[in-house]
């Protein structure tokens, strides 16, 4: 997997988190994962197509999803419900369209699927990419007064054969 598809994802992650929850956020150490794994409760995926494929996920727990959406709505959410969905849903649309613009800038072209929201335990996604594709992770960590959170962006790409 090339650098250059991942900084966007990396720079437009940090940068809307920043802008959207008015938070403290810090980027974990990368890591790889096998491109089949469990997802964390709350997970909004984003398919991508053309001279690329792949997705990026964007998974965290529910606590996280629900700090997140009382901070974009500027009101406290208890529950997942379809507001809260959409907000998950559109935090991914505002990250992946900012990492899209600087890819297609750099001369790369592709297009995306509108976010997926998969919410609820036991849950695992997998790729038919093969084995040896596997998963980055990129770990955002989120610090709003006393609560915590944690984004793992989690993206697959290769170039189309």
Known sequence: MRVEYINPFVEASFNVLKEVMNAEVKRGDLYLKSSTMSIRGVAALVGLAGDVEGRVLFDMDKDTAL?????????????????????????ANMITAQAVTKLHELGFKFDLTPPALF???NMEVSSNMG???EA???PMNLALGNKKGSIEINVVIRERM
Do not use: W
């Open 67 to 91: 700090l997140v959406v009382s901070c974009m709505n500027g009101e406290e959410f208890k529950t997942m419900d379809e507001m809260a969905k959409a907000t998950i849903q559109e935090l």
């Open 119 to 121: 919410t609820g335990d």
């Open 131 to 133: 084995k040896e594709v």
């Open 136 to 138: 980055l992770i990129v």
